[in-house]
């Protein structure tokens, strides 16, 4: 038991290692079920094999494809990988199950484990089953469901905030655990591939957890450290860095776009609709404008700016701004609340205010001082096999779909402030908990708390805020509810929330388009706080 696994190089994190480091309080114990014996035979020759220490036992119990280190490209698969990595494994152990569920050839065994039996939990894992030929159950994955103790090394908790029991910060374990069965059932019924999720109350992390696969062809499953196309959950990270720079100084949110981008003092207004004659603008645009979406400026989806080719991640931030000021704007500034490219603007106006490469800026100001070690522009060849596939749902099921002709596993022309980035859910949670936080993480400042005030509020005009049924929008580019609540989303499945009234912050993360199949956000969001006791 003296021999934990290198789990940083591990996206398969092995259930027995993440329980033999630190000493901190250990998770409370939830109620067993009693499996069916085809199940429980996996986890009784599990225990058997880890007590003996045998190591070429382990390893029958997995798939030929089922474990995947990151080390290796193409990635180390195979009994073999598994073999070398318990050999000098083993101990005590004892294994239970809190929840199961069963699909054709696929099964999942949700549960806890302890060193010794009738010991305390010492974390949770998900088993994730693929049945043989001969119609025996085999481990295609076991994974940390992150709620280890702290200090253990475990990756996926490495830089996320200090850990927490559920109970400890208000949450009844139990009701929690709905929500973790709620993703595996989404996963095992097809309406999403799998889905990662993160918890933090009162800064710190009660709930990390991952069901079903980051890629259902290799059938590589999700884990903590799962990587996302966060989409337009990139726009509060843009926000927040021009923000920064507004309180050097650099700019008013009064000031004319026009004023450090030169070009967008000759864009034009559409008569009426999206074709025809057009007329000068009633006034410019202002920075305020774009943070708030009121600018004018279209979706980067819309059909007006895919005819006229104005985005790609094929061409550069300059480029960018030569298309879109090219194109009219929808309606005159600050009249309508339309949501857009704008902040893609904002990333170059960044450059300009700091006098470095966006991606750069990103890096040395805010990504780095946060420990967002996961969130970049593209993924490097030696983190791609973390990296997510994303599906649409067709009536076929679950299909990939690539959305870019410059994938995210390639070094972008455009570092791109509306939906570039990619990020994990830790990473995300230290970006939401330091706006909870009023501008401040773990001893790094990066706003003032008025700002982050400002930021987190309401500025659309009482017409606008009509329009939209009740819900504002605020400067950090987040969904502002009548109670305070703030948070966004990003197209290809994830989405934040942040309640200050409840020092909450909820990261949900999958890939999936459409991105929120049978309501999942709501009903992942509900059962989190249904938990909530205190």
């Known amino acids: 038991m003296k021999h934990p696994l290198r789990l940083a190089a591990i996206v398969v994190l092995a259930i027995v290692p993440l329980a033999v480091r630190g000493s901190a309080q250990a998770p409370a114990s939830l109620p067993s079920i009693e499996l069916p014996p085809a199940l429980a035979r996996v986890l009784t020759d599990y225990e058997t094999a880890w007590g003996k220490k045998d190591a070429a ?4 119990l997995f798939a030929e494809d089922g474990f995947v280190l990151s080390s290796g490209v193409p990635p180390v698969r195979g009994r073999a990988a598994i073999q070398q990595h318990y050999a000098k494994a083993g101990g005590p152990l004892s294994l239970r199950a809190l929840a199961s569920s069963t699909s054709g050839e696929i099964g999942y065994i949700i549960g806890a484990f302890a060193m010794q039996k009738g010991g305390p939990d010492a974390g949770k894992f998900t088993l994730t ?6 119609g025996r159950w085999l481990i295609m994955s076991d994974m940390d469901n992150g709620n280890s103790r702290p200090g253990q090394g475990s990756a996926a908790g490495a830089d996320a905030l200090p850990r927490a029991t559920p109970e400890s910060v208000g949450f009844a374990p139990d009701r929690l655990r709905l929500a973790t069965e709620m993703l595996s059932k989404f996963a095992a019924d097809g309406k999403i591939p799998g889905a990662v999720a993160g918890v933090a109350r009162t800064g710190k992390l009660a709930y990390l957890e991952a069901a079903g696969f980051q890629d259902l062809e290799t059938r590589a499953p999700m884990t903590p450290r799962s990587l996302f196309r966060i989409y337009s959950m990139t726009k509060p990270v843009t926000a927040v860095a021009a923000m920064m720079l507004q309180e050097e100084g650099k700019f008013s949110l009064t000031d004319p776009v026009s004023k450090y981008l030169p070009e967008l003092s000759r864009v034009t207004v559409f008569v009426s609709g999206e074709a025809g004659p057009t007329r000068p603008a009633a006034r410019e645009i202002t920075i305020e404008d774009l943070l708030l979406h009121t600018s004018g400026f279209n979706h980067r989806t819309s ?3 895919e005819r006229a080719e104005v985005r790609s991640r094929a061409i550069t931030l300059p480029k960018f701004i030569e298309n879109i000021t090219r194109v009219p704007l929808m309606e005159d500034p600050h009249t309508r609340f339309r949501y857009s490219e704008a902040t893609t603007i904002v990333g170059r106006l ?17 990504l780095g001082p946060l420990k967002m070690s996961d969130t970049t522009f593209w993924v490097e060849r030696e983190h791609q096999a973390r990296l997510t596939r994303v599906y649409q749902t067709t009536p076929n099921g679950l299909t990939p779909r690539e959305l870019e002709a410059v994938p995210f596993t390639e070094k972008p022309a455009l570092m791109e402030g509306a939906v570039g980035l990619v990020s994990t859910v830790p990473d995300y949670i230290r970006f939401s908990q330091m706006l909870l ?17 400002k930021m987190t509020a309401n500025g659309l005009s009482p017409a606008m805020l009509q329009v939209r049924a ?3 929008w605020g400067l950090a580019n987040v969904n502002v509810a009548p109670d305070g609540e703030y948070g966004w989303d990003g197209s290809a499945g994830t989405i934040f929330w942040v309640d200050p009234a409840k020092e909450l912050v909820i990261v949900l993360m999958t890939q999936i388009l459409p991105p929120n199949p049978d309501s999942v956000r709501q009903r992942f969001k509900t059962l989190v706080k249904d938990s909530m006791v205190s």
């Open 437 to 453: 936080n009023k501008g401040e993480l773990d001893g790094v400042r990066l706003l003032n708390p008025a700002t982050v005030e």
């Open 303 to 305: 059909h007006l700016y």
């Open 129 to 134: 089953l693929k049945k043989d030929a001969a």
């Open 57 to 60: 036992a382990l390893a029958a």
């Open 350 to 366: 960044v450059e300009v205010w700091s006098g470095k490469p966006f991606e750069v800026f990103l890096q040395e100001r805010l």
């Open 470 to 472: 009740g819900t504002g």
